[in-house]
C-alpha cells in the first residue's frame, strides 16, 4: 500500500492513534468552513487570499492542538 509520496506504517500508541482519529474530523470541518467562507467571499484575490492563510493556520493549529491531546490522554505524543 506504500508509494513514493504515501507511507504505512503501523503503531503501538493505540491511545494516539484513536484520539487523533476522533479530533481530525472536526478540525477538518473548520477547515472546510473557511474554504466555504472562501467561496461566498468572493471578491477580490486579496479576500480570497485571506482564507488561504486562515485555513492554513488552522491545520498548523489542528496539528499542535492533537499533538497536546494525545501527551494529555496519555499517548506519546512523538
Not at 478540525?27 to 487570499?49: D, Q
Request: glycine share 12%.
Amino acid at each position: 500500500m506504500s508509494t513514493a509520496y504515501d507511507r504505512v506504517w503501523t503503531s503501538t500508541d493505540l491511545v494516539g492513534v484513536e484520539t487523533c482519529a476522533a479530533l481530525k474530523n472536526g478540525y477538518a470541518l473548520r477547515i472546510v468552513l473557511a474554504h466555504g467562507l472562501m467561496e461566498k467571499a468572493g471578491g477580490p484575490y486579496e479576500t480570497v487570499a485571506q482564507f488561504h492563510n486562515l485555513a492554513a493556520a488552522l491545520f498548523a493549529q489542528a496539528g499542535v492542538e492533537m499533538t497536546r491531546n494525545v501527551a494529555l490522554m496519555g499517548g506519546d505524543p512523538g
